[in-house]
Every structure is written in structure tokens, then in C-alpha cells.
């Protein structure tokens, strides 16, 4: 009777904490976001409390994570935000397919990835826009030897390494 009468007693004294920890899985109800949290997410306002709770928790900390960012961050975002409205629903899917892709692959690869990104987004626009049109024109079999060919040319085996692009090379670019 007697451990009975203590495990009761342990219960109802736990019971409270046991309520706060299920409360603190929850996410927040409209009125509990803090005003900035509010001010960045009033495009859902009106349905918040409806949305389920884990797209209510993805939401809440996308917008713990703009208040973070500076304000090129910021810019950045919303550029990538307003390319990502433009895209149809195939190439959503498309660019979701590669970054799953992307996110499957070594840090050494992800890494060198990002490098070449960054080395062809210092190109002067009209560089890039020539190089993309000459990719898109290529055929899957020129576009391979294409990459052989820059490999070779910049770095060869350095180059699978991780070693960036040269950038004070970029006329070698594109197919001889």
C-alpha cells in the first residue's frame, strides 16, 4: 500500500513537468510567436493555427534564421525565392532531385562544387550567358568531352582533388 501510495504521489508530482516537456513539442500558437517572428510570417496569419505543426516548426525557424541573416543575406533569399515562384512544377522537382543529389555526395565534392559555382558566378555576365548557351547546345557526348577536355586543361587530376578552377584562365573554357 505504502509504495502504492508513493508512486501515486511521484506521478502527480511529475505530472506537471511531463505537461510542460509535451508543450514544448508543440509549436507555437499565432499569439505565442514573438513580434518579429509575426512580422516575418504574416502572409499566414489567417490559416497559422490550421497548418499542420511541423510545417507551423519549419516556418517558425526559417523565420528564427532570417532574423540571423544579413541584410545581403536577406537579398539573396528573396532571389532565390522569387526564381523558385517563376519555375514550373517539373523543374521544382528537377532542382529538388539535385540537391538531394548534391546532398548524397563527399564534403570533398560538395566542396569543389561550390568552388566551380562560385569561380563561374565571378564570370561577367555575358560570360556566362555565352557559356550556358554553348552548353545547351551541346550534345550529351560533347558536353562529356567538353569536361574531359576542361579537366585536362586546368588541372587535370589536381582538379578532381578539389582544387578550385583557375579563374585567370576562363578564355579556355568551352570546346576547341
Known amino acids: 500500500m505504502k509504495l502504492n501510495r508513493s508512486l501515486i504521489l511521484s506521478l502527480l508530482l511529475l505530472w506537471p513537468v511531463m505537461l510542460w516537456a509535451a508543450d514544448s513539442n508543440t509549436p507555437a500558437a499565432w499569439n505565442q510567436l514573438s513580434p518579429e517572428e509575426q512580422q516575418i510570417l504574416k502572409p499566414f496569419q489567417e490559416r497559422w493555427d490550421s497548418l499542420p505543426p511541423e510545417r507551423r516548426e519549419h516556418l517558425q525557424q526559417g523565420a528564427k534564421r532570417w532574423q540571423t541573416m544579413t541584410p545581403e543575406q536577406r537579398e539573396q533569399a528573396r532571389e ?9 512544377p517539373e523543374q521544382r522537382e528537377q532542382a529538388r532531385k539535385r540537391y538531394e543529389r548534391f546532398r548524397q555526395l563527399p564534403p570533398e565534392q560538395q566542396e569543389r562544387l561550390r568552388q566551380r559555382h562560385a ?17 545547351q ?8 568531352e567538353f569536361k574531359d577536355n576542361w579537366r585536362r586543361e586546368n ?15 576562363p578564355q579556355r573554357m568551352g570546346p576547341r
Open 80 to 88: 532565390r525565392f522569387s526564381r523558385w515562384q517563376k519555375m514550373t
Open 119 to 135: 569561380w563561374f558566378n565571378s564570370l561577367p555576365p555575358e560570360k556566362r550567358a555565352e557559356l550556358r548557351e554553348k552548353w
Open 137 to 144: 547546345k551541346m550534345t550529351p557526348e560533347q558536353r562529356q
Open 155 to 169: 588541372g587535370g587530376p589536381a582538379f578532381d582533388r578539389g582544387i578550385s578552377p583557375r579563374p585567370d584562365r
